[in-house]
């Protein structure tokens, strides 16, 4: 699975919209790309995932480059109950393992 | 439904005794997961089970024995607990392997000394 790229930690004001960046510049062209979020020492959280398209559901958007070497999270308007570090993961989706590599994450703080 | 369920929630080892951490899931998930945290990391994988009846090493699987005893349980046992293993472990479990959302349990907070 291909190695993610996360800054440590960013700040966003309550209401506004957050942009978690992520880099994966090695991924291959079966590699997901999936977000979870872990808020403050709970199990980690499912948020989206996508191939090549950008998505969006109830949580998030995902933006994903053209050339799919960098993907953007976004939070359309972050409330103080976001604060949380959000795993960037890129993953082969077929086969039976599912197994996830957790990076270090990005810790999002919103601020009132 | 309760999901994944783990127990104990926190557990103080000394040093060589031994503990097994459970858990269940409701769902009728096919696959389940052991993982690690230690503090300021991410998670990373112990075992797995991708199926009833089997079991495979992950990252970090030294000094642990899992057991898929069903569909709904699969347990961490630690033989003879050491410092280096006080951490947080994280239960987890999905449908299938075309599934995409893996469901993570409360974790059990563990401290060796």
Not at chain 1, 17 to 24: E, T
Not at chain 1, 44 to 67: C, F, R, V
Not at chain 1, 78 to 89: E, H, P, Q
């Amino acid at each position: 699975d291909a190695k993610t790229t996360q800054p440590p930690s960013m700040d966003c004001a309550e209401g506004r919209a957050a942009n978690l960046p992520c880099n994966h510049s090695t991924i291959s062209g079966n590699e997901y790309v999936y977000w979870y979020r872990q808020i403050h020492s709970q199990g980690p959280q499912y948020i989206i995932h996508g191939l090549k398209n950008n998505e969006t559901n109830e949580m998030a958007s995902l933006i994903i480059t053209e050339d799919r070497k960098s993907s953007t999270l976004i939070l359309p308007h972050a409330t103080l109950r976001d604060t949380a570090v959000y795993y960037c993961i890129v993953r082969v989706a077929t086969g039976a393992t599912n197994k996830l590599i957790f990076g270090t994450g990005t810790l999002l703080a919103v601020q009132p | 439904n309760a999901g994944v369920t783990q127990t104990p929630k926190f557990q103080v080892l000394k040093t060589g005794q031994s503990m097994t951490l459970q858990c269940a899931q409701d769902m009728n998930h096919n696959s389940m997961y052991w993982y690690r945290q230690d503090p300021g990391m991410g998670l990373r994988l112990i075992y797995y089970s991708a199926s009833e009846g089997t079991t495979d090493k992950g990252e970090v699987p030294n000094g642990y024995n899992v057991s898929r005893l069903n569909k709904r349980e699969f347990s961490l046992r630690l033989e003879s607990a050491a410092p280096s293993q006080t951490s947080v472990y994280f239960c987890a479990s999905i449908l299938s392997g075309n599934s995409y959302e893996q469901y993570f349990g409360p974790g059990t907070r563990l401290t060796v000394t």
